[in-house]
């Protein structure tokens, strides 16, 4: 399948609009002076927020050093929402690209949609901003930080890859993978179908991905290797392919075991 066409099908790109950017447009065939195909305008919102992924992730990896004394404690609350909603950014961004794309395109036409678009992304960094400030009171809550408090994380990693096989992970799975956030009921009003949007599928990756962050919480955010490697995790859980039966344990046993080695070398 030709490159253009195969974008087009996808809604990446589409025939050039009068009155379009032309710094936007690509000429993936055919004649460069025609100018023949554009990107359109819910995949450059998709693009903005690879790029602030991108720079949520570059800040976490600028200051994994400073934050090590988090490893042990999470510091004031102020500073533990900042750097909490970055490391959110980073992780959960990239994987909320499909929802976000989705929205705009139904969305592009409407008046001012790129700022909806924005308010959706928003909204859903603010669900698992309250998700890490519930783990931050509970975590003082409990007299935290424990001496063994790097084997505690290894535990709950244990029980988020044994999490991964209940039912309520695998439908707040297929609610990510599916859009549902979008499928139902919605506002008129485009900025409250947004917040709508948000929380709902907020509430989904909550549900999906919930023991893999409160591992993150324990393990310490100053561990970069574990933030990379739980990021990937989720991609997995919310972009790639239904997985059968079998591969899904296979998935979640070695989560499991990656709890266990890291309790074993804490």
């Given at each position: 399948?030709?490159?253009?066409?195969?974008?087009?099908?996808?809604?990446?790109?589409?025939?050039?609009?009068?009155?379009?950017?032309?710094?936007?447009?690509?000429?993936?065939?055919?004649?460069?002076?025609?100018?023949?195909?554009?990107?359109?305008?819910?995949?450059?919102?998709?693009?903005?927020?690879?790029?602030?992924?991108?720079?949520?992730?570059?800040?976490?990896?600028?200051?994994?050093?400073?934050?090590?004394?988090?490893?042990?404690?999470?510091?004031?609350?102020?500073?533990?929402?900042?750097?909490?909603?970055?490391?959110?950014a980073a992780m959960m961004l990239p994987s909320a690209l499909p929802l976000i794309f989705e929205f705009a395109r139904d969305a592009e036409g409407r008046r001012a949609w790129?700022?909806?678009?924005?308010?959706?992304?928003?909204?859903?960094?603010?669900?698992?901003?309250?998700f890490g400030l519930a783990c931050y009171v509970a975590y003082l809550a409990i007299g935290m930080p424990w001496p063994n408090q790097n084997r505690v994380g290894g535990a709950?990693?244990?029980?988020?890859?044994?999490?991964?096989?209940?039912?309520?992970?695998?439908?707040?799975?297929?609610?990510?993978?599916?859009?549902?956030?979008?499928?139902?009921?919605?506002?008129?009003?485009?900025?409250?179908?947004?917040?709508?949007?948000?929380?709902?599928?907020?509430?989904?990756?909550?549900?999906?991905?919930?023991?893999?962050?409160?591992?993150?919480?324990?393990?310490?955010?100053?561990?970069?290797?574990?933030?990379?490697?739980?990021?990937?995790?989720?991609?997995?859980?919310?972009?790639?392919?239904?997985?059968?039966?079998?591969y899904e344990l296979v998935f979640s046993l070695g989560v499991a075991a990656a709890g266990v080695a890291y309790a074993a070398l804490a």
């Open positions: 399948m030709p490159l253009n066409h195969l974008l087009t099908t996808v809604g990446l790109v589409r025939p050039v609009r009068r009155g379009f950017c032309p710094a936007c447009r690509l000429v993936l065939s055919g004649d460069a002076s025609r100018g023949s195909s554009e990107l359109a305008m819910p995949a450059l919102a998709a693009a903005a927020t690879l790029l602030a992924a991108g720079g949520a992730w570059a800040y976490t990896v600028a200051q994994a050093d400073s934050m090590g004394g988090m490893a042990m404690g999470l510091g004031p609350w102020e500073s533990f929402a900042g750097t909490w909603v970055i490391m959110m790129p700022v909806a678009t924005a308010l959706l992304a928003l909204t859903y960094l603010a669900v698992w901003l309250a709950v990693l244990v029980l988020a890859g044994l999490y991964a096989l209940t039912p309520l992970k695998r439908a707040s799975q297929a609610r990510c993978r599916e859009l549902c956030a979008l499928h139902g009921p919605l506002p008129f009003n485009l900025m409250r179908s947004a917040l709508v949007a948000g929380v709902r599928y907020g509430l989904s990756c909550a549900g999906c991905s919930a023991g893999l962050m409160i591992a993150m919480v324990l393990i310490g955010m100053s561990n970069l290797l574990a933030a990379i490697l739980l990021a990937g995790v989720v991609l997995v859980y919310k972009l790639a392919p239904p997985l059968a039966w079998r």
